[in-house]
């Protein structure tokens, strides 16, 4: 007798169990290799960065005397440049020495050092700013610090001026009750409680006894003589 198509298999048997096994013993061997490269990868990016910069900084060192130099002689040239403008291109006997009067280059070390300072990066961005300042106030985009400052006390001062203040209607005395904006809530209050003053109700005592009264007068009974003539006044 075969076994029916639909049964599943039991996931109790040893196959099954031992594939599990394996599976499972696969799967952690994978994250022990996956932290264990992770963790190399770390260490050699870290030393890869590391002799990057060892390595930029030898450049550094390499290069700054080279650099000093070069900025050196193109301070001297510029130099020499200013002394030739300064003094008549052609030899005369105004000029017995040539155009740069026998001096020798040692004697230009003040003016150079003076045109390294004024290349400086930071110098450099300083005026820059500097020029784009005055280039504003020329054309109107900036205004100068005591016009702002005589403006923004023109403003303030016609913020803070006096103000009329507004008046509340009194029901039994009209408009006579001048009221502040900058009053506090305690004025404020004392106020309205002056202009209603004339609206409040009698004390309880007095109703009673109005009371009273009204319903005494409710039950005596006029002569028939002193009734009124209701109609004759109809006619």
């Known amino acids: 007798m075969g076994v029916p198509a639909n ?19 696969n799967r952690k061997g994978n994250i022990i290799y996956n932290t264990i490269t992770k963790g190399q990868l770390q260490i050699l990016e870290k030393n890869v960065d590391k002799e990057i910069k060892s390595l930029d900084y030898k450049h550094m060192l390499l290069t700054l005397r080279l650099t000093k ?5 193109r301070g001297i040239q510029k ?3 200013k002394q030739r403008e300064r003094r008549f291109v052609e030899d005369s006997a105004d000029l017995p020495f040539g155009v740069y009067g026998g001096r020798p280059l040692y004697s230009y ?5 003076q045109i390294i300072k004024d290349k400086h990066p930071r110098v450099r961005r300083l005026k820059q700013v500097e020029r784009y300042m ?19 006390k023109m403003i303030m001062d016609d913020f803070h001026k006096p103000r009329p203040t507004p008046r509340r209607e009194s029901p039994l005395h009209g408009f006579t009750t001048k009221i502040s904006r900058l009053k506090s809530d305690e004025t404020m209050l004392s106020c309205y409680a002056m202009s209603s003053s004339g609206l409040k109700l009698p004390s309880i005592t007095t109703r009673k006894d109005n009371f009273q009264k009204m319903k005494k007068c ?5 002569p028939e003589d002193k ?6 006044r109809q006619s």
Do not use: C, H, M, W
């Open 134 to 152: 005055a280039n504003g106030k020329i054309r109107g985009r900036i205004i100068d610090e005591d016009d702002a400052k005589r403006q923004f």
């Open 218 to 222: 409710a039950t005596l009974r006029l």
């Open 227 to 232: 009734l009124p003539n209701i109609q004759g």
């Open 79 to 81: 130099s020499l440049k």
């Open 7 to 25: 049964t599943l298999p039991d996931l109790q048997e040893p196959r099954f169990r031992a594939l599990d096994k394996q599976l499972t013993r």
């Open 109 to 113: 070390r003040y003016e150079v050092d």
């Open 69 to 73: 130099k070069l900025a050196y002689v």
